[in-house]
């Protein structure tokens, strides 16, 4: 187990006092779950999430007092049982995106969990890229043995289990957490055993966000499309309105199912099965349940008459307004070409697409997502404004990485672009090799 924290958050943790503790330690107190809560010092949601998170901190712990450093020190629980209490062998480490050194210390001097030095902020950025973190707080449950997420969305575990008696929260399939009525707009009421054989797009949204009503409008006709052309596709819409008057008028615009607004439970397991962070977000499943695209909004927006549905991830994607903000959730590869030659494009991606189909195929072996995101852009008013934010220069093609959350960019400016150069780019980039330049 040791070996694997060690990789993930160094050598040295402190406690709100700052004390050091020795990662490797972790192992002998037999911690078997740990959560990853991403903050700042600066954010009153973050300061209200610490304050809840420390008496349910305590209270699995069995603490007697959630005070600064309880349970934290680097001999707590060595000493303990040879076998700790299962709900004991949780533990918390805080990363943090403060830039100043001065209130990290104020805020961490509270927390009576672990925290990561305020000097590792490369690998405070690691862990923001690795697991997508796109808003503040976070909160993440990895098994602590073999690194995999149990529970993209612990804010809702603090929220519908605050005794813990579901501990370690593991993701449940599908077909278990739909289990259930579904609704239609006609006020008909459907089994969630109806859904067997279809895929499922799980529709994350709302009426207060314009965003959401804009989607809801194109969705309403890709549905029909897709329904139009015999296949097997349904839609569940798991409302984030604030009062069901709301979600009763927004509903009554949609032609598909929904989980019923009164059941509050069911939509709250729904978003914590997904670790929705923010809306619209679509998630459409294969008829076994399993995750076809996270990105469904994307799909919709770019693929309006539905001819590439069920929308399976492409390894290499063209640029577009739809996807840019993809560029926001981690290290992206972008290679720029000039599109004035229409099979220009085309013959980037398939440059590019044997090194992305590696890359995520390797890390799918780990039940990891690709460190990686891989794009082709062309020349449009888009990009040329993607080229001066970031300042790089005009030549296509032009190979780069763009690391919005680091504001750094690794620049591979050739006459000629090959998959060897591309492969030995990527590489270097993953192997910490390159040296960034500041975006």
Known sequence: MS????????????????????????GARGIS???????????????QLSASLAAFYGRLRGDAAAGPGAGAGPGSGAGAAAEPEPRRRLEIVFVSSDQDQRQWQDFVRDMPWLALPYKEKHRKLKLWNKYRISNIPSLIFLDATTGKVVCRNGLLVIRDDPEGLEFPWGPKPFREVIAGPLLRNNGQSLESSSLEGSHVGVYFSAHWCPPCRSLTRVLVESYRKIKEAGQKFEIIFVSADRSEDSFKQYFSEMPWLAVPYTDEARRSRLNRLYGIQGIPTLIVLDPQGEVITRQGRVEVLNDEDCREFPWHPKPVLELSDSN??????????????????????????????????????????????????FFVAGEDDMTDSLRDYTNLPEAAPLLTILDMSARAKYVMDVEEITPAIVEAFVNDFLAEKLKPEPI
Request: with cysteine.
């Open 33 to 47: 779950l740990l959560g990853l809560y991403f903050g700042c010092s600066l954010s009153a949601p973050c300061a």
């Open 324 to 373: 840019a903000v993809q560029l926001n959730e981690g290290p992206c590869l972008v290679l720029f070409v000039d599109s004035e030659d229409d099979g220009e494009s085309e013959a980037a991606k398939q440059l590019i697409q044997p090194i992305a189909e590696k890359i995520i195929a390797k890390y799918k072996a780990k039940e990891e997502e690709a460190p990686l995101l």
């Open 3 to 26: 070996g694997f924290l060690e990789e993930l958050l160094g050598e040295k943790l402190v406690t709100g006092g700052g004390e050091e503790v020795d990662v490797h330690s972790l």
